[in-house]
């Protein structure tokens, strides 16, 4: 007689459905709250019928893209724990595959009650909001179907993934934690590996800087499937939408950048669900209770558990322990072994069950102990030279400098140009290279100054960026120390380090990038700084600026260009001493252009944008301070009636005077004040 009928069965389908109705019920009563009431209560208050339409797409679109992962993991690990709590438990296991049914036809059977369960409520809730929507004035359809779809597939993902799980362990209470750790475990390692390299490596260039566009960042997100999808859909998209006044005004929409994300995790849900059936198949039924219940698999579990316990533990205590601004490659070792020796011994405890591993696992240790040790001396001795490369100048198609937010590159400079500009770059590569062991050792000390108010000693954060002729990138990041005496001594990474990045053509493209000049000039300002005293005679800074006319505006920006393009303004000062208090107004010019920039353009500009017009045209901030070279608009400035008599002050001005008197404010007549 044939014990096993490889079919769908209605039977059981009836009873898991009955079985775990308040699993349903719940999440549906959650839906409900979440969708329908919710909108409800935020338009109780509302008449305007443009702003409810508004307001039921928005909710909509924010519920599918932000909550809808969070929601589907909680739910899909409900489920799966719900739907295969039986594995876990010797009596129900043998009761459940005793019935005339097949393994494949069990787990085809409970597979699809759960994915059916969750797409009743689904659309129910789906019709739910379309009845309130409707009810409102409006009806989101948009936004409704892509929240189903959204919600349906992120339920199919997770409930696949937490049902490999469930299947790899033999207990009910791993299975949770080992859904919330590979949810975020990549992810989470990457971190520890990129703090790591940063202390270690010189010159390392890593998330901070690469973001997600790195091997390693790009790496740990895609293993970590719930990072990935929170990330993906929430990300917000600006666009401009029309105003219940009529003008243009910027909104969010979420998740149009992130449906290819979701698509290809849905992939890889029915790829899960596929590796489920053939495991669950071959399960052992007498692996109940074990924490993981594929032999085979438990090393791999093991290894990564217990480096992962090393990574994490081990570099929030050197962060703890170490003192701020020292490296020290021996201590950082240590907390590494420590917390690999907790890791490992504990997880060896619960696979076998027993206090007794040490003399069974000591091979296994010694072995995580020697790849510890042999990355740690790979790293020091720079065996895959990442510390010492500097690409030749002729590797290298374009060069990106980063500095305090400007970024000066070779992209938008003629070929003669860019070509010198890499030689200088390199160079300066090459330098801090050289000089590694006098960039590391020397400390942050200030001297002492005429006034507390300069500096004697300043580090300044470089970021280099290479793109190089075969299309590759090449970054590395460096802390360049700056003195006086540095900034003097030719060929020192300060010296050539300045040189760069006063350049005049780089200094016109950091303030001005070239796309700016497809919009109109509409406002230039000066802020006008003074100092009041309270009644404790402490003194207090205040600003207000000061708008030329619009007729002048053309002239006041032709005179800050002239004084670019000579070298006169726009200097980066490296070091804040009194050279550059002297030679540096603390007063601020300003510029806002208006003009219909495109979302690349937008990118490349330094100070933000803004939007709120009915032709979908953008404004763009340009600030600088002033400084006392800049002859020709000093110039524009004394014809308008602002001088250092009665408007400007220098840094030096205010390090020297601001505790002894009160400085008035004055507005020139022939400029209008904002």
């Given at each position: 007689?044939r014990?096993g009928?490889?079919s769908?069965s209605?039977?059981l ?5 009955i079985r775990?109705?308040?699993?349903w019920?719940l999440y549906?009563?959650?839906?409900f709250l979440?969708?329908?009431f919710a909108?409800?209560m935020?338009?109780s208050?509302?008449?305007?019928a ?6 039921a ?8 893209f ?5 929601v589907?993991m909680v ?8 739907l ?24 085809l059977t ?6 059916f ?17 409707a009810?409102?004035?409006?009806v989101?359809?948009k ?7 959204c ?5 199919l993902f997770?409930?696949?993934?937490a ?9 009910i ?7 919330a ?11 520890m590996?990129?703090w790591?390299?940063s202390?270690?490596l ?6 901070g800087?690469l973001?997600?566009?790195g091997?390693?960042a790009?790496?740990g ?7 990935a999808?929170i990330?993906?859909?929430s990300?917000?998209n600006m666009v ?7 003008s243009?005004v ?5 998740g ?8 290809a995790?849905t992939l890889?849900g029915f790829a ?8 669950f198949?071959r ?8 924490v993981?219940a594929v032999?085979?698999?438990?090393p ?7 480096f992962?316990v090393?990574?994490?533990g081990?570099n929030?205590?050197?962060e703890a ?5 020292s490296q020290?490659i021996v201590?950082m ?18 696979l076998?069950?027993?206090?007794r ?6 091979r ?8 510890v040790?042999a990355?740690?001396?790979?790293l ?10 500097v690409?030749?100048?002729?590797e290298?198609?374009a060069?990106a ?17 860019a070509a010198?500009?890499?030689q ?11 000089n ?12 002492t100054?005429p006034?507390p ?5 300043s580090?300044?954060?470089?970021s ?9 990138l090449?970054?590395r990041?460096?802390?360049i120390?700056v ?10 990474p300060?010296?050539?380090?300045d ?9 016109m ?8 000049f497809?919009?109109?000039?509409i406002l230039g300002?000066?802020?006008n700084?003074?100092f ?6 402490d003194s ?8 030329f ?8 920006l032709?005179a ?6 000579a ?7 490296l070091?804040?001493d009194e050279t550059?208090?002297k ?5 601020t010019?300003?510029?806002t252009?208006?003009g219909?920039y ?11 944008y803004?939007t ?6 953008y404004t ?5 301070p ?13 014809e308008?009636g602002?001088?250092e ?14 505790q002894?008197y009160?400085i ?7 400029a209008?004040?904002?």
């Open positions: 007689m014990s009928n490889w769908f209605t039977a389908f009836k009873k898991q459905a775990f109705w308040p699993i019920s549906t009563i959650g839906l979440m969708l329908p909108l409800i935020n338009t208050n509302m008449q305007d443009e702003r409810i339409a508004q307001v797409e928005y909710h909509t679109q924010g519920i599918a932000t909550a809808s992962p969070w589907a739910v899909g690990l409900l489920g799966a724990m719900a295969w709590s039986y594995l876990y438990n010797h009596r129900a296991v043998s009761m459940i595959h005793a019935l005339p049914l097949t393994r494949g036809s069990i787990f409970s597979y699809l009650s759960c994915i369960l969750f797409m009743g409520p689904h659309l129910l809730i789906f019709l739910i909001t379309l009845g309130v929507q009810s409102l004035g409006f989101a359809i936004a409704l179907l892509y929240w189903l779809l919600q349906s597939l992120l339920n997770f409930f696949s993934f049902t490999l799980i469930a299947f790899v362990t033999g207990h209470l791993v299975l949770p934690v080992l859904f750790v590979f949810n975020f475990l990549s992810q989470v390692m990457v971190m590996i990129d790591v390299f202390r270690l010189f010159g390392y260039a890593g998330m800087y973001g997600d566009t091997f390693l790009a790496l997100k895609w293993l970590s499937p719930g990072y999808l990330v993906a859909l990300a917000p401009t939408i029309p105003g219940s006044d009529g243009m910027q909104s969010v929409q979420y149009t950048t992130g449906m290819p994300v979701l698509w995790y890889v899960l669900m596929a590796a489920s059936y053939f495991l198949r399960r052992p039924l007498e692996q109940a209770g074990e993981i032999k085979p698999l438990q791999f579990f093991k290894y990564l558990l217990a992962f090393a990574l994490v081990g929030l205590c050197y322990f170490q003192p701020y601004g020290n201590a070792v240590g907390y590494f072994l420590l917390f690999l020796l907790i890791g490992y011994f504990l997880i060896e405890m619960l076998h069950k027993s206090f591993v040490f003399r069974t696992g000591i296994g240790f010694a072995i995580s102990v020697a790849v040790l990355g740690a001396v790979m020091q001795t720079d065996v895959f030279g990442y510390e010492s490369r690409p030749d100048a002729g290298v198609k060069v400098i980063q500095y305090q937010g400007n970024e000066y590159g070779s992209e938008t400079q003629s070929a003669e140009e010198a500009l890499i200088m770059v390199t160079q300066l590569h090459q330098s801090v290279v050289s590694r062991a006098a960039l590391e050792g020397q400390e942050a000390q200030y001297e100054m006034s108010y300069y500096e004697g000693f580090r300044s954060y470089v280099l960026r290479y793109t190089l002729q075969d299309g590759s090449l970054a990041q460096y802390e120390p003195t006086t005496e540095l900034l003097d001594q030719a060929g020192s300060a010296h050539l380090f040189a760069i990045v006063n350049q005049p053509k780089l200094c493209d950091a303030i001005f990038p070239p796309d700016i497809k919009g109109q000039l300002e000066i802020d700084l003074w009041t005293k309270d009644s404790n005679n207090t800074q205040n600003n207000q600026r000061t708008g006319h619009e007729e002048d505006l053309s002239a006041f032709a800050v260009q002239e004084d670019i393009e070298g006169r303004l726009g200097r980066t000062f070091l804040h550059w208090a030679g540096e107004y603390a007063n010019i300003y510029f252009f208006r219909e495109n979302e690349e353009e937008m990118n490349r500009f330094r100070y933000g803004s709120g017009y009915e032709d979908n045209t763009i901030d340009v600030n600088f002033l400084q006392t070279t800049a002859t020709s608009t000093l110039a524009f400035l004394a308008h602002i001088d008599s009665n408007f400007l002050i220098t840094h030096h001005d205010i390090a020297s005077g601001y002894e009160e008035k404010p004055v507005y020139p007549e022939a209008a004040i904002y």
